[in-house]
């Protein structure tokens, strides 16, 4: 269908669209005509990804002006979605013969590691993707290439040298490729699917690709610095994204990462004379590239696989410092820098310092000035190319220890970062477990190069509420901040706050309820009647692995497991990814039978963030508490002062808003279709207060009705149990058209009465038309 938006005409590859899939496409419209940026909640299930890319390819064929678009996900499951749903776009638009010419020629490529897009076996069937990372650099380094005695060396990567004979003017032919689709083209030619992509990135219009590769400087500075200002950066699903800015920027070290930095440094120092005994001119050649201040560049795209991590461009360009441009003396460096951090970590008390603290305490045994630290980065990295050192995996810890004294070196003053020393995991008091942390306490670090840099960054998820905290967090003003609520002609969610037991107790996670048997008992009563009750899948959500561990003991020894297994086979998510795998496809086995099943599993874990529970695998979720954060963690403390002081957010505020995020990522992992249908049960009287409950998404409260709210265990089993009644009656599509499906028909003729009326489907709206429905 066509659609207009303002001057602009949309093409949709559906019949119908959605309320909210329109407005949606306004904001955006409003957005890249303002030149900013936005932050844009939209409702599970309705269509966002669709949407969005129907949207952009009609906004860069009518703006010529406008760059790629960059749109960044968390996985590669995510990654192949996107691009099928651009296959779609644009086969829709091939249909309706628009813009034909000019679209045959758009490229789109998705990113991946080496480990995703390599054919070459070494490197493919490597377990972890450091390993191929390094397997890679062994068979397509620079020196490696120049050494081989002719191009089909066993030592060399077939598939890349077939890729460099076809020279640098080689692109790939117009196309969406996703990662299968790259694969089966690089078999087809004999060529390297991962440096194909890596340099179609120059040239494709839509690039599809990791948030890391935006946001880590150690990776963007390598995979992302010519793209240019005019590009439109899309974060999808970004309810999380202050703490992946957070993590970018973070180091940790172990005693194990420490000692195994000893043995790269003697290892480096008998390469370094060995290379001395041999060609020692190879290494006057270095210093003299340093003392000319030219700073680490790769000889080649195969050469680098980091890069320093620092986000200053003044800092890139000062000159190495003197007592570090011998390859000696900065080994010497280094290792003095390991003697200091390894006092620190025989230490028996926990400490907290600021990195000016710490660079004072360090300054006696350092002999230098604290400048040469923020190059010990990109210094190690010369060095290993310098040393043509191929397996990089071996040398990891060291790379480590550079970043961390780099980001030290960067940001000397200043409260964004915080060293923190731990001589044990709190949860273990008893066991040795010394931790060495830098940490990063302000996410803008990462987020404001990104802001800067391109023209338009859209942050969108459909559970990124409440909207106003992540404009102050990351330090931006956007065009536009908007969360949509929901369409449906008749009402297929139904979410709860139960915040006592059958015996009027009150229920909560808090740490003085969560072991009172009264508590333990009305939780599992409320997960049995569930199982009882609702048919097929039904997803537990804990706030931790200990409490779920906890919780499941207690239950046992109630008998209440075995009731529960009456009616559902139990599966359990662990912290091991391949169990987790198996449990996965057993508890779907088990909804597909018949038999019905029911997964418990962790808040903030795996299941939480990237699995869906459509359809029948989930047709109840029930939230046992807030999932607050560790408030213990000296990380955290830091962070909310940090958040307190610099950007009047109090302690209560921010605890609360990421709380309630991840509860709704938690349920909004049920309704993943307009067609799907869903019980959300959020246990915890917390849940009732209004700095709880306001903070939802919009979508949620829509449907929150005050007789759903502060309800017993024996209310809420009754309310679903008429719920299910009343969803389970005959219902067909036609009846949701001009409700919760528009026509193309319908949208122009609402637009050509009166356009505010597409406007006016808020909250309101919304519950009176499941009122209505309902009756």
Known sequence: MKIPIDDLIVYFPYPFIYPEQYLYMKELKKTLDAGGHCI??????????????SFFVAYRAARKSIGKLIYCTRTVGEIDKVLEELERVLAYRRDCNVDVAS???????????????????????????????????????SWIRESATSRSSDSLCRYYETLQQKGELFQIPPGVYSMSSLNAFGEEQGICPYFTARRSLQYASIIVYNYHYLLDPKIARMISTELERDCVVVFDEAHNIDDVCIETMSVHLKRDTIQRCYQNLSHLSGLIQDVKDRNAQQLQEEYQRVLNGISYLPSSETDALSVAPILSDSALQETIPGNIRKAEHFLRFLRRILEYIQNVMQRNVATQETTWAFLQSMASLLQSDFRALKFSSDRLQSLIQTLQITHLLEFQPLQTLAD???????????????????????????????LLQLACLDASLAMQPVFSRFRSVILTSGTISPIELYSRILMFTPVTAKSLTMSFQRRNVCPMIVTRGSDQLPISSK????????????????????????????????????????????WHEMGIIKR????????????????????????????????????????????????????????????????????????????????????????????SFDAVRQAAQCIGRVIRSKTDYGIMVFADKRFNRPDKKNKLPKWVLQFLDDAHCDLSVDMAVSIASAFLKQIAQPFYADNATGVALISEEQLLHWMETNDKK???FEYSHYLHTSSVSQG
């Open 40 to 53: 844009l909640e939209m409702p599970t299930g309705t269509g966002k990804t669709v949407t969005l890319l």
């Open 103 to 141: 679209e045959s020629q758009l490229v789109a490529v998705g990113l991946t590691t080496r480990r995703n897009l390599c054919l070459h076996p070494a490197v493919k069937d490597s377990e972890t993707r450091e390993e191929a990372d390094s397997k890679c650099r062994s068979l397509t380094a």
């Open 404 to 434: 961390f004294v780099t980001i030290l070196g960067s940001y000397p003053t200043g409260n964004a970062f915080v060293v923190i020393f731990e001589p044990y995991d709190e949860r273990y008091p008893s066991i040795p477990d010394p």
């Open 511 to 554: 740490y003085d309820y969560r072991h009172d048997p009264s508590v333990v008992r009305n939780y599992g009563t409320l997960v049995m009647e569930m199982a009882r009750m609702v048919p097929d899948g039904l997803v537990c959500f804990f706030t931790s692995y200990v409490y779920m561990e906890t919780m499941i003991q207690l």
């Open 564 to 655: 529960i297994s009456e009616y559902k086979l139990i599966f359990i998510e662990t912290p091991d990814n391949l169990e987790c795998t198996l449990a996965l496809k057993n508890y779907r086995k088990a909804c597909d039978c018949g038999r019905g099943a029911i997964f418990m599993c962790v808040a903030r874990g795996k299941v939480a963030e990237g699995i869906d529970f459509d359809r029948h695998y989930g047709r109840c979720v029930i939230v046992l508490g807030v999932p607050f954060q560790y408030t213990e963690s000296r990380v955290l403390r830091a962070r909310l002062e940090f958040l307190r002081t610099n950007l009047q957010i109090s302690e209560g505020d921010f605890l």
């Open 758 to 760: 597409l406007d006016s």
